[in-house]
């Protein structure tokens, strides 16, 4: 079974400023997706960026964008510009193509600092 | 708006008793999924139904159960609820395809067993 790590359990970063969490997966699949999620303090989870391992070019959602090294199974999100919205728990996860079956990592707490 | 409702925020239980944790959404998805959130180990995957009357493990399905009857409708059953079920359980359900991936996620039940 595919496996998600992220080795950062807690980040802080001043408002404005930018911040990279790390991401690393393993799996035998060729054909798969990756995401990152939110989950604000006491709020639910939400999508904030896709990427689909076929894709070469790094997807990137307003402040947000990753770098995506298929090779090295890594996928690290950047959060430019940080402002205190930004504070919540982040996941990375991956999904097979073939069965949607999804699996998330443990979770980077980040706080943004005014 | 995509929306996930899950039957109970909050659950106490005794060991031993017969739980369920009812979730329906009201897209049409066919996805359906099961996560426990415990603090530094994320979402664990517990079970994933990608259409009616099919079901799939994850990582920990020991002690539970699922039921999909209906498209909208899945159930996540503690046969006999144990002390180290105690945990945040997170239903979320999203489409297959061109956008699978992109889960849509319940407010989550607490599940409190003593």
């Known amino acids: 079974a595919q496996t998600v790590t992220q080795s950062q359990p807690e980040m802080s970063v001043q408002e404005a400023e930018t911040v990279t969490l790390s991401c690393t997966y393993d799996?035998?699949?060729?054909?798969?997706?990756l995401f990152w999620y939110k989950q604000p303090p006491s709020r639910q989870m939400i999508l904030v960026i896709r990427?689909?391992?076929?894709?070469?070019q790094n997807a990137t959602e307003n402040r947000f964008s990753v770098n995506f090294q298929k090779a090295a199974k890594s996928f690290s999100l950047k959060i430019s510009d940080s402002q205190l919205g930004d504070t919540a728990m982040y996941f990375c996860?991956?999904?097979?193509?073939?069965?949607?079956?999804?699996?998330f990592g443990a979770g980077t707490r980040l706080t943004v600092k005014p | 708006d995509v929306k996930v409702t899950q039957s109970s925020r909050y659950l106490v239980k005794r060991t031993g008793e017969k739980v369920f944790l009812e979730c329906v959404q009201d897209?049409?998805?066919?996805?359906m999924f099961w996560y426990r959130q415990d603090p530094g180990l994320g979402l664990r995957l517990i079970y994933f139904?990608?259409?009616?009357?099919?079901?799939e493990k994850g990582d920990i399905p020991e002690g539970y159960s699922v039921s999909r009857e209906k498209k909208e409708r899945f159930s996540l059953i503690l046969e006999s609820a144990s002390t180290n079920q105690t945990s945040m359980y997170l239903c979320?359900?999203?489409?297959?395809?061109?956008?699978?991936?992109?889960?849509?996620f319940g407010e989550g039940s607490r599940l409190t067993v003593l």
């Open positions: 996860a991956f999904m097979k193509h073939v069965n949607n079956d999804m699996r």
């Open positions: 139904s990608y259409d009616v009357k099919m079901k």
């Open positions: 799996t035998s699949e060729s054909n798969y997706y």
């Open positions: 897209m049409d998805h066919e996805n």
């Open positions: 990427q689909e391992a076929y894709k070469q």
């Open positions: 979320a359900s999203g489409i297959q395809g061109a956008k699978a991936g992109e889960l849509f």
